[in-house]
């Protein structure tokens, strides 16, 4: 089975930086993935992780270690805007597309 | 990216009555697409797997015969919601995947049965 964790709700202020952590345990692992969702909308795809390090992608940047099972999401320079639910999701080996969401973490930014 | 649709974003309907869901993929051909629903502050719940041309794939305690999912062409894939409750009232949720990495989100569409 898959099992995902992560902290439940995080706030930070305009301007810092924010490491949301996300830990898992599954029967197999093809890839870890970083969504943002905003209150009543679809989630939208910020990265992708399936080898062990750091991925940068503009102010996010997301990190896997797959011996730990571990994997965060480091927001830089936040703005009032990254306010949302950030979800991890894992994508196991029963079908090569299927993910499993943990249960997100709802990150505030206040001024 | 590839944009997926979703249609209607909200619907209200009489408790007993059957909602039809669309999810498009509308600039790429998706094999496969996938139903979520998601229940207030909770996580995605993955209903089942859309297959072109052949059975969905349903998840464990989805009951097939009250969602029924057509996937009928390579860029469309419909939920149905039969003899709909007051506790199917949920956020539901298409995604569709190019290639083997992405998953791209339809809208979404909030259901409320009452």
């Known amino acids: 089975g898959q099992n995902i964790d992560q902290p439940t709700e995080m706030t930070a202020t305009e301007g810092a930086i924010v490491q949301i952590n996300c830990t898992y345990q599954t029967s197999g692992f093809n890839g870890l993935f970083w969504y943002q969702q905003h209150a009543g909308e679809a989630p939208t795809f910020l990265s992708y992780n399936v080898l062990d390090g750091l991925e940068e992608k503009g102010r996010f940047s997301s990190f896997l270690s797959r011996s730990k099972g571990y994997s965060y999401l480091l927001l830089k320079e936040l703005q009032m805007k990254d306010s949302a639910s950030y979800l991890c999701?894992?994508?196991?080996?029963?079908?090569?597309?299927?993910?499993?969401f943990g249960k997100g973490t709802m990150l505030l930014v206040s001024p | 990216g590839a944009v997926v649709s979703q249609h209607p974003s909200w619907v209200i309907c009489k408790s007993g009555t059957s909602v039809k869901i669309e999810c498009r993929s509308l600039d790429f051909q998706a094999t496969t697409m996938f139903w979520y629903r998601q229940f207030p502050k909770q996580s995605l719940m993955l209903m089942a797997t859309s297959n072109e041309g052949s059975k969905a794939t349903y998840e464990q305690g989805v009951e097939k015969d009250k969602f029924l999912i057509n996937h009928a062409s390579l860029t469309l894939s419909t939920l149905t919601v039969t003899s709909a409750h007051p506790e199917d009232s949920s956020f539901y949720i298409c995604s569709a995947v190019q290639g083997a990495v992405e998953a791209f989100f339809g809208q979404g569409t909030r259901l409320t049965v009452v």
């Open positions: 999701a894992v994508r196991g080996l029963s079908g090569y597309s299927t993910l499993t």
